[in-house]
């Protein structure tokens, strides 16, 4: 099979393979570097690896539409990389490959081709778990090579790898509406959920969002009834019923990602927050401070079967709990803002982590160029006291050296260090930070202090903007978004907290023009 994109490759006119490719696949497996006499015969895989997938494949739905490929398309000469540009173009290729049979979800089998389809390289910290934004747009299993197993004989590490792939398109579970109906009397009576998840991490550094969870069970109670878990989501129940729940973003937009409008009324971490600001938020910290329940465990990723299920019902108990003993001790007003502000900022915010925010790529791209010219333009290496400076150190100046500046601020330029607190530093030297240099221009001007201070706001917004968003930024087709966590009651002022990417240290100047 020809490639054009193989033109000008090091690797033109070797042995190519033949991907079997199914347009509209469900499943579409991806190896990595091709065994070399495999790829002389034009296959994927070897014999021997076709033969251990047997028993795995044959888990799945025959019904299945399965496409397989992989990541390099030939087999270097023996002893010889790749290379770069050869990995590149196959890169390209796999994309169309990608595109060609529109999978429901994609199997990375080890470390290139993890590498290759969702630019992460921890294959097995990534073992077993599904990523659900990827640069392909496409839910991507994580699971090591069948070459791994040959080597090291880890058969449990690779079967723990493909678990999630055959739990994947496993139907919904019924909804039996008499055990439903008969757990629940009476649903105009306020209940406390509880999902129980196992969660998958989406970008290393970075925790996952509530809706990449994968739910297990869901605890019930209320005060007056037993708590129970089911492990049927109903949605005409969580919709119609009044819910209480802690920390209930999360929950909420775990809700919102399966299409369910939860009806949740109250939320006993923002009441927490209301009540008290010095108080910790964890569910197990105010079941502790109000004498509820105090039988926890710590991971809930370590439980399984019943120790799971009992979790989300006892989590739900005291959940109904907590809000029967901090409900009350809200006055008039902080019972308003609490219904009035807090729950529907709740539900903002998790529609805001889920949809994301839209970026416009050519507009930040011009913000980029117009920067590098506001750099250029302050001219820094022609001000006559940094040429001072150089004539009478024996390094040449570094801006981002907190002792050149302040060398060059308090002897060079003579500025005497202000009577503030923030103008000392915790070694006990004097302070080069944006508000003391602010505070000591306004006092004096000069053009090069001006030029510091501005080129510490250029330069900052570089680094903590520009290029923080670019490893948080997904692009589907023409829509490029950024998502970020947003957590309310995290702060003794009550504004909203942002990180991965802290969205909070956006530049008014450039962000506006940047976001959708």
Not at 213 to 239: C, P, R, Y
Request: with cysteine; aromatic share 8%.
């Amino acid at each position: 099979m020809a490639y054009q994109e193989c033109l000008g490759c090091p690797l033109q006119g070797r042995p190519q393979l033949k991907p079997s490719l199914l347009r509209d696949s469900d499943i579409l497996f991806v190896f990595g570097d091709p065994d070399e006499d495999a790829c002389l015969e034009g296959k994927i895989y070897t014999e021997r690896t076709e033969a251990f997938l047997e028993e795995y494949l044959s888990q799945l739905d025959k019904n299945l539409a399965l496409s397989f490929t992989s990541v390099l398309k030939c087999y270097p000469p023996s002893g010889l990389k790749p290379g770069i540009k050869a990995r590149a173009l196959c890169r390209d290729i796999l994309m169309a490959e990608v595109k060609l049979t529109s999978p429901k979800l994609i199997v990375a089998f080890g470390k290139s081709a993890v590498s290759a389809l969702t630019e992460e390289t921890a294959i097995k910290k990534l073992n077993g778990r599904i990523l659900w934004e990827t640069p392909t747009g496409v839910p991507t299993a994580i699971c090591i090579s069948p070459v791994y197993v040959f080597h090291t004989g880890d058969k449990d590490l690779f079967q723990a790898g493909f678990l999630p792939v055959a739990s994947f398109f496993e139907p919904e579970p019924q909804i039996d509406m008499e055990l439903v109906n008969e757990l629940i009397p009476n649903p105009d009576c306020p209940y406390a959920v509880d999902i129980e998840t196992k969660w998958v991490m989406e970008k290393k550094d970075r925790p996952a969002r509530p809706h990449e969870g994968v739910a297990v069970s869901m605890g019930v109670s209320n005060i007056e009834e037993t708590a129970f878990t089911h492990n049927v989501f109903q949605k005409d129940f969580l919709e119609q019923t009044p819910l209480i729940v802690h920390s209930a973003q999360h929950e909420h937009g775990w809700f919102l990602s399966k299409g369910i409008n939860a009806n949740i009324i109250h939320d006993t971490k923002l009441l927490a927050y209301l009540l008290d600001q010095r108080l910790s938020l964890r569910l197990e910290a105010l079941c502790l401070k109000f004498g509820i329940d105090k039988s926890y465990k710590t991971d809930v990723t370590q439980l399984e079967g019943e120790d799971l299920d009992g979790r989300g019902a006892r989590d739900a108990y005291n959940t109904a709990k907590l809000a029967e003993v901090i409900y009350p001790q809200l006055s008039e007003d902080e019972a308003k803002v609490y219904h009035d502000v807090l729950v529907p900022a709740m539900k903002a915010v998790a529609r805001i982590e889920l949809e994301g925010i839209r970026i416009d790529l050519p507009k930040k791209r011009e913000v980029a160029v117009r920067i590098e010219a506001d750099i250029k333009a302050l001219d820094l290496a022609n001000d006559e006291y940094l040429i001072k400076f150089n004539a009478n150190s024996d390094k040449p100046f570094n801006i981002k050296s907190p002792v050149h500046k302040k060398l060059l601020v308090y002897d060079i330029l003579g500025y005497t260090p202000p009577n503030m607190r923030i103008a000392k530093t915790d070694s006990g030297g004097f302070s080069t930070g944006k508000d003391v240099l602010t505070y000591l221009l306004s006092q004096r001007h000069t053009p090069t202090l001006e030029k510091l201070i501005k080129y510490s706001e250029y330069a900052g917004c570089r680094s903590n903007f520009l290029e923080a968003l670019d490893q948080h930024i997904i692009t589907r087709g023409d829509v490029s978004k950024v998502y970020t966590s947003l957590w309310i009651g995290d702060t003794s002022t009550g504004r909203i907290k942002s990180n991965k990417p802290n969205m909070q240290n956006s530049p008014k100047t450039y962000a506006r023009q940047i976001f959708i």
